[in-house]
Nanobody, 119 residues
Framework: QVQLVESGGGLVQPGGSLRLSCIAS????????VSWYRQAPGKERELVAH????????SYADSVKGRFTISRDKTKNAMYLLMNSLKSEDTAVYFC????????????WGQGTQVTVST
């Protein structure tokens, strides 16, 4: 069954850290472009971090650059988002995304995990 299962969200104080995980089943996560998006209440979904087919091809939204790190573990077919120095404006539902080419490019999404940064 094709699926992306996320975990790692929660409540954290400003300045704290969290690591989100996304494990893929029946998807070539290790060799596909992957991304993390987030959506805050009343706002559109936005791209947070992206990694291309090779692990050294990463890019980040300006708002998270220097604080967030995207990575993947090919042995586990998993991807991660390490979030440091969290701010209240990072509060959102976070989604992992894998972009897979079969006969055409198709987006696959995780179910989303809530991250709340608050005192």
């Amino acid at each position: 069954q094709v699926q992306l299962v996320e975990s790692g969200g929660g409540l954290v104080q400003p300045g704290g850290s969290l690591r989100l995980s996304c494990i893929a089943s029946e998807l070539p996560l290790s060799t596909s472009p992957v991304s993390w998006y987030r959506q805050a209440p009343g706002k559109e979904r936005e791209l947070v971090a992206h990694m291309g087919c090779t692990d050294d091809a990463t890019s980040y939204a300006d708002s998270v650059k220097g604080r967030f790190t995207i990575s993947r573990d090919k042995t586990k077919n998993a991807m991660y988002l390490l979030m440091n120095s969290l701010k209240s404006e990072d509060t959102a539902v976070y989604f992992c995304n894998v972009y897979v080419f079969a006969t055409e490019w198709v987006d696959y999404w995780g179910q989303g995990t809530q991250v709340t940064v608050s005192t």
